[in-house]
């Protein structure tokens, strides 16, 4: 992969918190990089990890997945059940060689426009550093 | 055969500045499955609507994607374009190319490509869209008011004449909330109790409200139409079946050191106590911390002197479910402690106080009947400072935010003052003095002009305590730039509005958004006011952002129109958006039963072996169960892996 090319984000939002995050970013005219796209979930419950892995097999560099703070979620629990079934679905990315940084869980409220445009910011900038040497970083991250 | 009509919103210049929409429209209806493609300036209006229908009709589309702006913003509109002609309502979908793509896309050339972008994957989507009928649910109407202040009784009130059913549940001993403890009222000088004991009465005595003092909300189950509320009463230790409101047992308690909530801290009261004069319901409570019958096992004189026999002393708390169809919350705020503004003797010097102390002192049934004395040593205050913004606007020490009531009510603190000592001098230290209310500029003029109360802008730095008892204030003047400091007898605080201390807890009970400071979140800043995101629970008074009276009570009259109007329904349409299981695939693991959050997943039998089966009335579309599925035997309408997978191709 080419370092100077813009890392494709796919980004999972739950329809209460994240989704109406992402709106405020773009009511806020919180600019954001052009390659994200967002899909709208119930809940962060719903999502399955075969969508992560098929975002991988379409060729997306990143995929986030964001639903409501602990304690917030719309249906109770469902950011619960999320944040486990994301951290089994991260070693199963490790174990295939996808670099489990790829995936990122997050929390964002609906109040929380700028979070997004700023997770969004931070998590292009990772994916371009380890498209360009994913090697390397994993060599740096062992040294620290 | 799917043939869809693809409409691209202008919304005026907000998409089209940056997206060409022309190119948009040009490059989508290459597209197999496109039959139609349009654009317009606005799509939301009425020719805008006419055009998705007309198409309709005569180009024969049978799936429709409209490019605009959020979903959460026109969906229904569009949805409602599609059923008056006939087709299913959710067979629309919609790509979100304003908020997603052109206010944050700063390249015209990248937001014209991911507005293509976006459109296609919509238009691939509503492909495998299924056309899905509302579901209708029975609803209970009765609604339950969660705080007993000015907002909840209004809102209580409201329903009740709507003839509908409430229970009011209130933590404290008496309903009237923090407007029982004021003593007169901004802009008019009404007496406080006098406006507010007749509404207390009514409510009480309305057939239709219920009125649960004592009592806390623990839980809430169910949904808009059929919540279920766990309410707790705590131990009162006295039967209000029973009791007659006498107050004898309050006047033969020996233990008069318990601190007095309701005079804000200020003066004792007995260990069984009614909270004050008007209080409703007039039953007296034992504070358990302090009574000696019930830590040390001896006294007993309250059982002894009650006529009734209404003391009793094995009290203990209850709890009980209670079936309601909407929820309107009014817990109020709290005043911020001072404490943490030791520049200031916060908490730590007598006669600094605060605004709701200072309230009590000149009320008639204040710990002082009235009088105003100073705490420490009962003297007259002859100079008295009022502090405005006491942990308001200062984000460095407290909250950005402005609570809003303190210009006005020191205002009226500063009248009262001056109406108990006429030959008194008031200070008011002020950042802005904000009075948008009507008559409220008027009324802050009346203070400096007729009461002559001066009024210095600049933010006090420091308040010591000097040798002959007064307190020497150091602050500035900052219209004539200068350091000022005045020796007064007593200090007043306008302490900060904060949410109620288990707001957060509440809110999570509810479901309902809260912002950073705790209090709750509106459905939309403008035109949803006292909605929630939760259907079914709406917010009135302070709980919702700091309020003063007059705010408080328009909006529980607007929740209690909100209640009305959604129990005006026969049934109870609820979103079809929900999960199915195929009997055909289940292995019956009922794991999904395990992560359903609505206890919504139930066995059955299907042929000869047992099956998950989902009720359709108590499912609310989460999908927990469909991504925990190992055999995918479940489907959530609406996002089906169907739908959603058809959005994860790769971005172009």
């Keep these: 992969m080419q370092i100077d090319k813009e890392p494709k984000i796919l980004a999972i939002l739950c329809k209460w918190c994240s989704y109406a995050g992402a709106d405020l970013a773009g009511t806020s005219r919180f600019a954001y990089p052009a390659n994200v796209r967002i899909i709208q979930v119930p809940c962060s419950g719903r999502v399955d990890p075969v969508m992560i892995f098929k975002a991988f097999v379409e060729g997306y560099d990143g995929v986030m997945v964001s639903g409501c703070h602990p304690g917030d979620c719309h249906y109770g629990t469902g950011n619960y059940h999320a944040r486990r079934r994301m951290a089994v679905a991260r070693r199963l990315l490790q174990f295939v060689g996808v670099h489990p940084e790829r995936m990122h869980f997050t929390w964002i409220s609906a109040a929380e426009g700028k979070k997004f445009a700023e997770v969004c910011g931070q998590f292009t900038d990772k994916l371009k550093m380890l498209s360009g040497s994913e090697k390397t970083l994993a060599r740096k991250e062992l040294a620290t | 055969m799917a043939n869809v009509g693809v409409f691209i919103c202008h919304c005026g210049v907000n998409i089209a500045s940056k997206v060409d929409v022309k190119r948009v429209v040009d ?18 209006s009425s020719p805008g609507q006419e055009l998705i229908r007309k198409a309709i009709r005569d180009s024969k589309i049978n799936r429709v994607v409209v490019a605009a702006c959020s979903p959460r913003m026109h969906l229904p509109t569009f949805q409602t374009a599609l059923a008056t002609e006939g087709l299913n309502p959710y067979l629309v979908s919609m790509a979100n190319i304003r908020e997603q793509c052109s206010w944050v896309t700063d390249d015209p050339e990248k937001a014209t490509q991911k507005a293509i972008d976006l459109v296609a994957r919509q238009i691939k989507r509503v492909v495998h869209q299924d056309p899905l009928d509302d579901i209708n649910v029975p609803m209970t109407k009765a609604a339950l008011v969660i705080g007993g202040g000015i907002a909840g009784i209004q809102a209580a009130l409201d329903i009740a004449d709507g003839n509908r059913k409430v229970i009011l549940v209130e933590k404290s001993p008496s309903i009237g909330g923090r407007m029982a403890q004021l003593d007169e009222t901004f802009p008019t000088l009404d007496c406080s109790q006098c406006i507010l004991t007749p509404k207390m009465v009514e409510a009480a005595q309305h057939p239709n409200i219920e009125i649960r003092v004592n009592s806390e909300v623990k839980k809430v189950d169910g949904y808009v139409g059929n919540f279920e509320v766990t309410v707790e009463r705590k131990a009162t230790y006295v039967d209000a079946q029973k009791c007659i409101g006498c107050s004898i047992c ?16 200020l003066g004792t009261r007995a260990a069984i106590a009614i909270p004050f004069p008007q209080a409703v319901p007039a039953v007296p409570v034992i504070d358990p911390d302090y009574c000696r019958k019930l830590t040390e096992d001896k006294c007993g004189v309250c059982a002894k002197v009650c006529p009734a026999e209404a003391v009793v002393f094995d009290d ?3 709890r009980d479910t209670i079936n309601v169809g909407a929820i309107v919350v009014a817990t109020g705020y709290r005043e911020m402690d001072p404490g943490i503004y030791t520049e200031y003797g916060g908490r730590k010097f007598p006669d600094v106080i605060t605004g709701l102390q200072f309230e009590r002192l000149v009320s008639s049934t204040g710990p002082t009947g009235g009088d ?7 003297k007259v205050p002859k100079t008295v400072v009022f502090v405005q913004c006491v942990g308001s606007r200062d984000e460095s020490k407290a909250h950005a935010y402005c609570s809003g009531i303190c210009c006005m009510y ?12 006429p030959d008194g001098q008031a200070y008011v230290s002020y950042i802005d003095v904000r009075a948008p209310g009507k008559t409220y500029e008027e009324f802050v003029r009346r203070a400096i002009e007729e009461e002559d109360v001066r009024y210095l802008r600049g933010r006090v730095a420091k308040i010591r305590r000097l040798q002959n008892g007064q307190y020497r204030v150091y602050t500035e003047d900052t219209l004539v ?3 000022v400091h005045i020796d007064a007898d007593m200090v007043v605080l306008a302490s900060a509005v904060e949410p ?8 999570q009970m509810l479901g309902i958004a809260y912002d950073a400071d705790g209090f709750y979140t509106e459905a939309h800043p403008k035109l949803k006011p006292v909605e929630t995101a939760s259907a079914g629970v709406f917010l009135a008074g302070a709980c919702q952002g700091p309020k003063d009276i007059p705010a408080s009570v328009q909006q529980g009259s607007a929740a209690a129109s909100k209640v009305l109007s959604l129990f005006a329904k026969d049934t109870l349409i609820k979103s079809p958006q929900i999960a199915v299981v195929d009997p055909t695939a289940c292995t019956g693991c009922l794991t999904c039963s395990y992560v359903c959050h609505y206890a919504a997943i139930e066995e059955k039998e299907f042929g000869k072996r047992q099956v998950a089966e989902i009720i359709p009335g108590k499912c609310q579309g989460c999908g927990a169960c469909v991504a925990t599925c190992k055999g995918k035997a479940i489907t959530l309408a609406g996002f089906s892996d169907d739908e959603i997978y058809e959005e994860i191709v790769s971005c172009k």
């Design chain 2, 372 to 378: 105003l004395k100073r705490p420490s040593d009962g």
């Design chain 2, 481 to 483: 730039g200068r350091a």
């Design chain 2, 500 to 507: 109620q201390k288990d707001a957060v807890g509440l809110a």
């Design chain 2, 27 to 44: 490059t989508l209806k290459r597209m197999p499955e496109v039959g139609f493609a349009h654009e317009y300036k606005f799509m939301c």
């Design chain 2, 410 to 421: 020191t205002a009226k603190h500063t009248m009262l003052y001056k109406h108990h000592v």
């Design chain 2, 316 to 318: 203990a708390p209850m």
């Design chain 2, 250 to 265: 309050q006047e033969k308690c020996p233990v008069k050191i318990v601190p007095d909530e309701f005079n804000a801290g």
